[in-house]
C-alpha cells in the first residue's frame, strides 16, 4: 500500500515539475515566435533556453510515463 502512496505523490511532482517547465519553457518559445514574426534572427540564448526545457519537459514525460505503467501494474 505504502507503495502506490509513493508512486501517486511521484506523478503528481512529476506533473507539477512539467508545468512548471512548461512555463518557462513559454518565455523562450515566445521570443523565438516574435523573431520568426518580425523577420529577424533570434536570440542565440533563448533558442538554447527553448532547447534545454524542451529536453527537460520530455525527460521529465518519460519518467511520468514509467511512473504511471508501474502503478499500473500495482492496481492491476
Known sequence: ?????DLKKAIAESE???ENLEKKRVRS???LLEAFLN????????????????S?????RANLR??????AKLEG
Open 39 to 54: 523577420h529577424t534572427t533570434p536570440n542565440d540564448a533563448d533558442a538554447e533556453y527553448f532547447k534545454v526545457f524542451t
Open 56 to 60: 527537460l519537459i520530455d525527460l521529465e
Open 29 to 31: 518559445q515566445s521570443a
Open 16 to 18: 507539477q515539475e512539467i
Open 66 to 71: 514509467k511512473l504511471n505503467e508501474e502503478l
Open 1 to 5: 500500500m505504502s507503495r502506490k502512496s
